[in-house]
Each structure stands twice: as structure tokens, then as C-alpha cells.
């Protein structure tokens, strides 16, 4: 005989509070570009260029905020290397 528990006692998830908000001013989209020097992505390697971007989102109705980084790297003569 199955005993069915009351829906009532169902812990439910928690509501994101101010705390939420405040933090939310950090995790600003962004861009940038930069220079990697010789050699920074292990011994030997050249130096390139990098344009990179973030972006950011709130899931789970606000619990948590995620980032997406992306980076392009490319040879000083604007060849692609990598992402």
C-alpha cells in the first residue's frame, strides 16, 4: 500500500533575494583585446593577438548567473589560430 506523502511538506526552491541583484552589477557583458607574448601558451609558441568577449545570463528564475567566455587568438600577421 503506497502512503502518499502531502504535497504541503515539499520543500520548494528558494527565492532569489537582493543579494541576487547586488551581484548581478559584476557579471556585466564584455569585450577585450589583448596581446598573448611569446611563448605564453607554452614553450616556444609565438605571440599573437586576442579579441575576446563574456556574456552573462540569469537561470533558474534568477538563482544563478552564468558566463560564456569566448577568445580568438591569431599570429601577429592576423592569421587564426585558435578560439
Given at each position: ?51 575576446g ?31
Amino acid at each position: 500500500m503506497a502512503i502518499h506523502a502531502d504535497i504541503g511538506h515539499v520543500p520548494q526552491p528558494i527565492t532569489p533575494g537582493p543579494e541576487m541583484t547586488a551581484l548581478a552589477r559584476f557579471h556585466t557583458d564584455v569585450t577585450w583585446t589583448g596581446t598573448i607574448q611569446a611563448g605564453g601558451m607554452g614553450p616556444g609558441t609565438p605571440a599573437m593577438t586576442a579579441h575576446g568577449r563574456g556574456t552573462h545570463q540569469q537561470i533558474q528564475d534568477g538563482r544563478w548567473i552564468v558566463g560564456t567566455y569566448l577568445q580568438d587568438q591569431f599570429l601577429v600577421d592576423g592569421s587564426f589560430v585558435l578560439t
